[in-house]
């Protein structure tokens, strides 16, 4: 399926601030997953087998490291949970790294919402505005995304550019200070 969305990530300090402004608009909890995104070493873009509660899938994507909402476009393929896909992809690609959180996932309409809790990473919110059925303009996806930035009164400081799996090999790589 191929799916274009624009998307932010922002660092915060407690998810429940958050969580409670966006119950005030009645979003769709579509529930807790506990996720573990495997990312393998590609040539280009990024790609991630996906193993939770909830979903499932291998997702390529590519995505410029930007502060702020920026365009994604990815292909996912859900799947029933497999080793055999999982050893395939080590096999043939290697694993650049691993990404475990917990993710609670909200929806209002085509805009999803993620409160994540990010093992050595700390805690983040992301929304997501997503087109899989062509509806919208890339324009639209923007303006949407931006919404949610301004409603959160989210600032620059707080604003990821990276993916997680950038942000646990920097953390990995941090000089270990005694």
Known sequence: ML???????????????YENML????????????????????QKGRLKLREGNIENSLINYDRENLLGSKKSEIILYQHEPSKALKSI?????????IVDKKRKIYFIDNVKFHFDEVKNLG????????????????????IQCDHY??????????????????????????????
Do not use: C, R, W
């Open 89 to 97: 992809l080590e096999l043939q690609l290697g694993i650049l790294t």
């Open 123 to 142: 805690v983040f919110i992301e929304v997501e505005a997503i087109d899989s059925d062509n509806k919208f303009t890339p324009e639209e996806l923007k």
């Open 23 to 42: 119950l005030t608009l009645n979003p769709i909890l579509q529930g807790t997953d506990f996720q573990i995104d495997t990312y393998f070493n590609v």
């Open 3 to 17: 799916i274009k969305n624009h998307e932010f990530k922002a660092k915060v300090d407690t998810l429940e601030v």
């Open 149 to 178: 930035y301004e409603f959160f009164g989210l600032n620059e400081s707080q604003m990821i550019d990276k993916s997680y799996s950038d942000l646990i090999e920097d953390f990995k790589n941090q000089p270990i200070v005694n």
